[in-house]
């Protein structure tokens, strides 16, 4: 069974730093790539970043270009968003999820998401 | 990255058909067949409904379709059911690498 467990949300100061993650089970990690996608209280989805199966690749939405970086760690199965720089308007629910194929095409599995809270 | 259009909300009566629309441009809807949509129930995750514009992942009911007319995305839910009744997004590749959703829309079955 296909499992995503993120981890790693609390509150933080504007202008701090936090490492999210997410443990992968239930699939062969390595040959997917994978997703961060944020949902703001009472708001919409909103894409954050993207990773390669191998890691080499990533990619990040304009609102965290620069502030935020995703890693895997392969022998662990494990997906890392290190957030940075953090503002306010980065409170959100923060999901891991895997797609269907390819890297955008669609994700068939998240996980039940962790929040952060960004206050002074 | 500006987000895609969808109505704020749509409903239905059970047994009804409806249709969400999901407007974006020729960088993205328009451009790739990667239109996807999500159903989310308050305080859960979201959950693939369609994927490359027409797709329905295993398990999804065939009440749920997906089609695309240029810039233009759409879902339609037949047969509406009470368990229909939730928040719906659509998401687009946007051909720099990067992922665009929808703002989402309320459905509500009457």
């Known amino acids: 069974e296909v499992q995503l467990v993120e981890s790693g949300g609390d509150l933080v100061q504007p202008g701090g730093s936090l490492r999210l993650s997410c443990a992968a089970s239930?699939?062969?990690?390595?040959?997917?790539?994978m997703n961060w996608v944020r949902q703001a209280p009472g708001k919409g989805l909103e894409w954050v970043s993207a990773?390669?199966?191998?890691?080499?690749?990533?990619s990040y939405a304009d609102s965290v270009k620069g502030r935020f970086a995703l890693s895997r760690d392969k022998s662990k199965d494990m997906l890392y968003l290190q957030m940075n720089s953090l503002r306010v308007e980065d409170t959100a629910v923060y999901y891991c999820?895997?797609?269907?194929?390819?890297?955008?095409?669609?994700?068939?599995?998240w996980g039940q998401g962790t929040l952060v809270t960004v206050s002074s | 990255q500006s987000a895609l259009t969808q109505p704020a909300s749509v409903s239905g009566s059970p047994g009804q058909s409806i249709t969400i629309s999901c407007t974006g441009t020729?960088?993205?809807?328009?451009?790739?067949?990667?239109v996807s949509w999500y159903q989310q129930h308050p305080g859960k995750a979201p959950k693939l409904m369609i994927y490359?514009?027409?797709n329905r992942p295993s398990g999804v009911s065939n009440r749920f379709s997906g089609s695309k007319s240029d810039n233009t995305a759409s879902l339609t839910i037949s047969g509406l059911q009470a368990e229909d009744e939730a928040d719906y997004y659509c998401?687009?590749?946007?051909?720099?690498?990067?992922?665009?959703f929808g703002g989402g829309t309320k459905l509500t079955v009457l």
């Open positions: 990773i390669s199966g191998g890691g080499a690749s990533t």
């Open positions: 999820a895997r797609p269907i194929r390819g890297v955008y095409r669609g994700f068939d599995y």
């Open positions: 490359d514009v027409s």
């Open positions: 020729s960088s993205d809807v328009g451009g790739y067949n990667y």
């Open positions: 998401s687009s590749y946007t051909g720099s690498n990067t992922l665009v």
């Open positions: 239930g699939f062969t990690f390595s040959s997917y790539a």
